[in-house]
């Protein structure tokens, strides 16, 4: 390992640590009366683990910007909340139908189908709760960041790219459909933690489109590692259940391009990505985790 990567792992360490710490007071436990079991069901898969990537990509971002990022933790765990909703809902028998997510069984397994459905509509509203709670601080760019996660998470984000998603099982589809399903499904919640940092850091419209140019590569690319590692990789390195996608005949990028020209299209992608950090170097902005992210999507194994 070589010290820029020494640096980048310290780094992804540190803001993981930090949301990590921060998850379960921003989730506070009702009495049972209350629904206490339901929340239990939430916090066992918003706890279980996992990369935290995207929260992770907002605090460095936010940091980048010149933001207190201990302030934008509120912001960091709300999407973190809406990412791991559509895990639950993801994994479900009227959906994925998997019983495996971050090495644990799936919410749906231990707690059972509705009280899963349940959960995820909690972590949901819990999410924006918080952002309400906790936007105040920021005047009107708080409510920017807002709009800027329920566009991500809704009809024209992610929920829009599970559609397409679902509409397309059993099918052949051509690359700008699969294209279409991922930079909703995968990358809306990808492009949301830079977005909203550049909201609350009032950044310029500049600096604001080539983050976004960013992390729309990013969120490609971070699909394309998937779909690579899906058949390249193990079940106890994922964390979920491999193969799965082969199996349920589902277009991905390792079959529509095969995994020599999977890897060629990630490449592609992430030299998007770097064009978008050079020109965000020019602007006087530290953006060594952005860099290092990069590498990191690269050379995953899980």
């Given at each position: 390992?070589?010290?820029?990567?020494?640096?980048?792992?310290?780094?992804?360490?540190?803001?993981?640590q930090?949301?990590?710490?921060?998850?379960?007071?921003?989730?506070?436990?009702?009495?049972?009366e209350?629904g206490?079991r339901?929340?239990?069901?939430?916090?066992?898969?918003?706890?279980?683990?996992?990369?935290?990537?995207?929260?992770?990509?907002?605090?460095?971002?936010?940091?980048?910007?010149?933001?207190d990022?201990?302030?934008?933790?509120?912001?960091a765990?709300?999407?973190?909340?809406?990412?791991?909703?559509s895990?639950?809902?993801?994994?479900?028998?009227?959906?994925?139908?998997?019983d495996?997510?971050?090495?644990?069984?799936?919410?749906h397994?231990?707690?059972?189908?509705?009280?899963?459905?349940?959960a995820?509509?909690?972590?949901?509203?819990?999410?924006?709760?918080?952002?309400?709670?906790?936007?105040?601080?920021f005047?009107?760019?708080?409510?920017?960041?807002?709009?800027?996660?329920?566009r991500a998470?809704?009809?024209?984000?992610?929920?829009a790219?599970?559609?397409?998603?679902?509409?397309?099982?059993?099918?052949?589809?051509?690359?700008?459909?699969l294209?279409?399903i991922?930079?909703?499904?995968?990358?809306?919640?990808?492009?949301?933690?830079?977005l909203?940092?550049a909201?609350l850091?009032d950044?310029?419209?500049q600096?604001t489109?080539?983050?976004?140019?960013?992390?729309?590569?990013?969120?490609?690319?971070?699909?394309?590692r998937?779909?690579?590692?899906d058949?390249?990789?193990?079940?106890?390195q994922?964390?979920k259940?491999i193969?799965?996608?082969?199996?349920?005949?589902?277009t991905?990028?390792?079959?529509?391009?095969?995994?020599?020209?999977?890897?060629e299209?990630?490449?592609?992608?992430?030299?998007?990505?770097?064009?978008?950090?050079?020109?965000?170097?020019?602007d006087?902005?530290d953006?060594?985790?952005?860099?290092g992210?990069i590498?990191y999507?690269?050379t995953?194994?899980?």
């Amino acid at each position: 390992m070589n010290k820029t990567e020494a640096d980048f792992d310290r780094q992804l360490a540190k803001w993981q640590q930090i949301i990590q710490q921060y998850l379960p007071e921003s989730y506070p436990v009702p009495s049972a009366e209350a629904g206490g079991r339901v929340v239990e069901a939430a916090l066992y898969s918003l706890l279980a683990g996992g990369k935290r990537i995207r929260p992770v990509l907002m605090l460095a971002t936010a940091e980048m910007l010149g933001i207190d990022p201990l302030a934008v933790r509120p912001f960091a765990a709300a999407l973190e909340m809406i990412h791991t909703y559509s895990l639950i809902h993801d994994d479900l028998p009227c959906m994925d139908n998997d019983d495996l997510r971050r090495g644990n069984p799936t919410c749906h397994v231990v707690y059972g189908e509705a009280l899963a459905v349940l959960a995820g509509d909690a972590l949901l509203t819990r999410a924006f709760e918080l952002v309400h709670e906790h936007g105040e601080q920021f005047g009107s760019s708080g409510w920017q960041a807002a709009r800027i996660l329920s566009r991500a998470a809704g009809s024209n984000g992610m929920i829009a790219g599970q559609t397409l998603d679902i509409a397309a099982e059993g099918h052949e589809i051509n690359a700008v459909e699969l294209e279409a399903i991922h930079t909703r499904k995968t990358g809306a919640l990808l492009k949301a933690p830079v977005l909203v940092a550049a909201a609350l850091a009032d950044s310029n419209e500049q600096r604001t489109r080539l983050l976004e140019q960013y992390a729309d590569a990013v969120g490609l690319a971070f699909q394309i590692r998937d779909d690579i590692l899906d058949v390249t990789s193990t079940t106890q390195q994922m964390g979920k259940t491999i193969g799965k996608d082969a199996r349920d005949q589902k277009t991905t990028y390792a079959t529509l391009y095969g995994l020599e020209g999977a890897q060629e299209r990630l490449e592609g992608v992430l030299a998007k990505a770097r064009q978008s950090i050079a020109a965000l170097q020019t602007d006087g902005l530290d953006t060594s985790f952005l860099e290092g992210l990069i590498d990191y999507l690269v050379t995953r194994r899980s």
